[in-house]
């Protein structure tokens, strides 16, 4: 009787355990499909037109993908040999290591070993919770022998090496290998390869950055592990354990341009990609690194100078209310100064700088793209323009004296009385001297002469929007962000053919080209036309409102603009290949100081920023090219150049004498 229970006794237990696995089996539904389709979020690279990194953007996980391909041999060893030996030889689950971690749990009482295999670790992280109990290693087993159906071994280490945390925020052994050293893969050594590997067990006490001799040690442990299963020779052993890698503690996002980013981010929107933070695409721009640094600089320059200049200011204020208490200051809150710069290749409209204000940190809204104010004198040049394409020359002669004009609103009748800025009248001055000294009424004479009719018609031709249909047209009233008067400015600076600006260049994803910029321009003027205004507009540096934009060793032309009141300050100009906006005012639209202008806060940024570009560029051309069909008379002070259609004065009037007598 005793010898049969215990034979019963032997069997129960003998069948115990495939009762149990039969029970897991028929209670739970196995589903392994997340990872045999696996589809993990991935990061997604901004770069600069150079092929440097700008910024990572990526949701909750920051992981670059790495196909097996990708993958060197010698990592894969690296790992195996830590990791599991025997990787290639079981199906999943490696049976005498579970029994020997068994019987040393039994004699601890306690889990104390798991020899999970890696297939069984990727069903871990993929498919169950970390907690250790028996019922979820039964289930993990399951899992692992399940999956190895569906996958091959390559396949199956693809997805661990894609999927394993390596800490430090880096999901996915691409990652880590990009972040810690700033390498791919195939750039490894085996130490950095071997330091890899041994983070997943304990991603925090194994992070270089924090524990670099801890992790040291523990990739020493790999390649003596190596070593040992003969999968490398003694000298590579020896020299793997000598060396001591650099290791990089960088940002997760490492943005280096947070308003460029932004704006990418914008745009692929609203080109439909909504997915950019987990989709993984690669997006390269047409920025310059380089140069977005110089732009961040140049702007900060010419705040920090104006905030200075100001404080003197503040202090004449001040000594003029001790002499005269009833003396009323000016009320300013210089906390409300901004600024914005975009700087365009004028040949492609690449946009090559963009910086939305002085500190992103401080205000993250970008003035350069949404920030929309009035131009002021800088629209001046669409004017001047237009009357160089009906026939006007530099040395045609404006009425530069006052009027007054009526006019009707809302059933009232109302005066306008414009004045220049030097609240002075010069009668009869040329239309170049008229533009470089930025004079209100010989403009707005010239657009009485032309016709508000045929004004507005011939602006058509650039494109602009929302053109006020009244005579205030003439100072610039209309609202403009800098990125669209960069835009239109190209006309002058691209020898009459407007281009549309670009940020994103193109998106791959896996690998393939998904999208490409598509090429927008059209001639507004003809490339002479376009040169007799650039003419006009180098004059406006050499001579007139400009000065402080001039830039030593390269021609640049340009215009000023300062809105009433000086609530803007602008300065638009280019170079012969690089076309820059510059924007200053109070966010508040509230007055700067008076005396503030385009040219005294916005120039110098413009020059300082064209400083370094010579810098760093000093093969650029540096002088405008005269096109064929332009005629060039020394007539007084300034050079006037003549052309088919803006002829000199002397023919000018024979026509119009012609036109009488027929």
């Given at each position: 009787?005793?010898?049969?229970?215990?034979?019963?006794?032997?069997?129960?237990?003998?069948?115990?355990?495939?009762?149990?696995?039969?029970?897991?089996?028929?209670?739970?539904?196995?589903?392994?499909?997340?990872?045999?389709?696996?589809?993990?979020?991935?990061?997604?690279?901004?770069?600069?037109?150079?092929?440097?990194?700008?910024?990572?953007?990526?949701?909750?996980?920051?992981?670059?993908?790495?196909?097996?391909?990708?993958?060197?041999?010698?990592?894969?060893?690296?790992?195996?040999?830590?990791?599991?030996?025997?990787?290639?030889?079981?199906?999943?689950?490696?049976?005498?290591?579970?029994?020997?971690?068994?019987?040393?749990?039994?004699?601890?009482?306690?889990?104390?070993?798991?020899?999970?295999?890696?297939?069984?670790?990727?069903?871990?992280?993929?498919?169950?919770?970390?907690?250790?109990?028996?019922?979820?290693?039964?289930?993990?087993?399951?899992?692992?022998?399940?999956?190895?159906?569906?996958?091959?071994?390559?396949?199956?280490?693809?997805?661990?090496?894609?999927?394993?945390?390596?800490?430090?925020?880096?999901?996915?052994?691409?990652?880590?290998?990009?972040?810690?050293?700033?390498?791919?893969?195939?750039?490894?050594?085996?130490?950095?390869?071997?330091?890899?590997?041994?983070?997943?067990?304990?991603?925090?006490?194994?992070?270089?950055?924090?524990?670099?001799?801890?992790?040291?040690?523990?990739?020493?442990?790999?390649?003596?592990?190596?070593?040992?299963?003969?999968?490398?020779?003694?000298?590579?052993?020896?020299?793997?354990?000598?060396?001591?890698?650099?290791?990089?503690?960088?940002?997760?996002?490492?943005?280096?341009?947070?308003?460029?980013?932004?704006?990418?981010?914008?745009?692929?929107?609203?080109?439909?990609?909504?997915?950019?933070?987990?989709?993984?695409?690669?997006?390269?721009?047409?920025?310059?690194?380089?140069?977005?640094?110089?732009?961040?600089?140049?702007?900060?320059?010419?705040?920090?100078?104006?905030?200075?200049?100001?404080?003197?200011?503040?202090?004449?204020?001040?000594?003029?209310?001790?002499?005269?208490?009833?003396?009323?200051?000016?009320?300013?809150?210089?906390?409300?100064?901004?600024?914005?710069?975009?700087?365009?290749?004028?040949?492609?409209?690449?946009?090559?700088?963009?910086?939305?204000?002085?500190?992103?940190?401080?205000?993250?809204?970008?003035?350069?793209?949404?920030?929309?104010?009035?131009?002021?004198?800088?629209?001046?040049?669409?004017?001047?323009?237009?009357?160089?394409?009906?026939?006007?020359?530099?040395?045609?002669?404006?009425?530069?004296?006052?009027?007054?004009?009526?006019?009707?609103?809302?059933?009232?009748?109302?005066?306008?009385?414009?004045?220049?800025?030097?609240?002075?009248?010069?009668?009869?001055?040329?239309?170049?001297?008229?533009?470089?000294?930025?004079?209100?009424?010989?403009?707005?004479?010239?657009?009485?002469?032309?016709?508000?009719?045929?004004?507005?018609?011939?602006?058509?031709?650039?494109?602009?929007?929302?053109?006020?249909?009244?005579?205030?047209?003439?100072?610039?009233?209309?609202?403009?962000?800098?990125?669209?008067?960069?835009?239109?400015?190209?006309?002058?600076?691209?020898?009459?053919?407007?281009?549309?600006?670009?940020?994103?260049?193109?998106?791959?994803?896996?690998?393939?080209?998904?999208?490409?910029?598509?090429?927008?321009?059209?001639?507004?003027?003809?490339?002479?036309?376009a040169f007799i205004m650039t003419t006009i507009l180098r004059d406006v540096v050499r001579f007139g409102t400009g000065r402080r934009a001039a830039v030593r060793g390269l021609e640049?032309?340009?215009?000023?603009?300062?809105?009433?009141?000086?609530?803007?300050?602008?300065?638009?100009?280019?170079?012969?290949?690089?076309?820059?906006?510059?924007?200053?005012?109070?966010?508040?639209?509230?007055?700067?100081?008076?005396?503030?202008?385009?040219?005294?806060?916005?120039?110098?940024?413009?020059?300082?920023?064209?400083?370094?570009?010579?810098?760093?560029?000093?093969?650029?051309?540096?002088?405008?090219?005269?096109?064929?069909?332009?005629?060039?008379?020394?007539?007084?002070?300034?050079?006037?150049?003549?052309?088919?259609?803006?002829?000199?004065?002397?023919?000018?009037?024979?026509?119009?004498?012609?036109?009488?007598?027929?």
């Open positions: 009787m005793i010898k049969k229970s215990l034979i019963a006794v032997f069997v129960l237990l003998l069948l115990s355990p495939f009762a149990v696995l039969v029970y897991y089996l028929s209670a739970y539904d196995y589903d392994v499909s997340k990872v045999v389709h696996y589809n993990p979020p991935q990061t997604t690279r901004i770069y600069d037109k150079n092929g440097k990194k700008i910024a990572n953007l990526f949701a909750a996980q920051h992981r670059y993908y790495a196909p097996f391909e990708e993958i060197p041999p010698r990592l894969i060893e690296a790992l195996l040999a830590i990791e599991d030996t025997s990787f290639f030889e079981h199906p999943g689950v490696n049976f005498d290591a579970i029994f020997r971690a068994l019987i040393k749990d039994i004699k601890a009482r306690k889990m104390v070993e798991g020899a999970s295999t890696i297939t069984q670790q990727l069903v871990k992280n993929e498919l169950l919770t970390r907690e250790k109990k028996l019922s979820r290693k039964i289930k993990e087993i399951i899992y692992s022998l399940k999956l190895e159906r569906y996958l091959s071994k390559q396949q199956i280490l693809e997805r661990y090496l894609n999927e394993i945390y390596f800490g430090h925020g880096y999901y996915g052994v691409k990652t880590a290998a990009d972040g810690y050293f700033h390498k791919q893969l195939d750039e490894l050594t085996l130490k950095e390869m071997a330091m890899l590997v041994g983070m997943p067990k304990a991603p925090s006490a194994y992070n270089p950055t924090r524990n670099y001799e801890i992790s040291l040690a523990r990739a020493n442990r790999v390649v003596s592990r190596m070593y040992s299963l003969g999968w490398i020779d003694e000298k590579t052993y020896k020299k793997a354990l000598k060396e001591r890698p650099r290791v990089y503690d960088t940002t997760l996002t490492q943005n280096k341009a947070p308003f460029v980013v932004d704006e990418v981010v914008r745009r692929a929107k609203m080109l439909g990609y909504d997915d950019l933070k987990t989709g993984g695409y690669d997006i390269y721009t047409s920025i310059d690194l380089k140069l977005q640094d110089a732009a961040k600089k140049s702007l900060s320059y010419a705040y920090d100078k104006t905030l200075k200049r100001i404080e003197r200011y503040k202090q004449k204020e001040l000594a003029k209310m001790r002499k005269d208490p009833t003396y009323i200051p000016q009320d300013v809150n210089v906390s409300q100064l901004n600024g914005a710069l975009v700087s365009l290749d004028s040949r492609t409209g690449d946009i090559l700088a963009l910086v939305g204000s002085v500190d992103y940190t401080k205000s993250s809204y970008n003035r350069a793209t949404q920030g929309k104010r009035q131009p002021g004198s800088a629209f001046k040049p669409f004017i001047y323009q237009v009357a160089l394409d009906l026939g006007y020359s530099g040395a045609t002669k404006l009425v530069d004296v006052a009027r007054t004009y009526n006019y009707e609103r809302n059933g009232e009748d109302f005066k306008w009385q414009p004045k220049n800025y030097e609240k002075d009248y010069k009668g009869l001055i040329s239309l170049r001297e008229a533009l470089i000294h930025s004079r209100n009424l010989a403009t707005i004479n010239l657009v009485n002469d032309i016709g508000l009719h045929t004004l507005l018609r011939e602006l058509k031709k650039f494109g602009i929007k929302n053109l006020p249909h009244d005579l205030s047209i003439a100072l610039g009233t209309i609202t403009l962000s800098p990125l669209e008067l960069a835009h239109y400015y190209t006309s002058f600076a691209n020898h009459g053919l407007q281009v549309q600006p670009h940020l994103i260049l193109s998106i791959e994803k896996d690998g393939t080209q998904i999208y490409k910029k598509k090429e927008e321009s059209r001639y507004v003027t003809s490339p002479q036309q640049v032309a340009g215009k000023t603009g300062t809105t009433n009141k000086s609530m803007d300050a602008w300065f638009a100009g280019y170079s012969p290949t690089i076309e820059t906006v510059v924007w200053f005012g109070n966010d508040d639209n509230t007055p700067m100081y008076k005396g503030e202008t385009g040219g005294r806060v916005s120039g110098p940024a413009f020059s300082k920023y064209f400083e370094q570009v010579l810098r760093l560029y000093p093969q650029i051309p540096r002088k405008f090219i005269k096109p064929d069909g332009i005629i060039e008379v020394k007539m007084g002070r300034f050079t006037e150049y003549f052309s088919d259609i803006s002829k000199p004065p002397v023919e000018q009037e024979n026509e119009k004498e012609e036109k009488l007598l027929f």
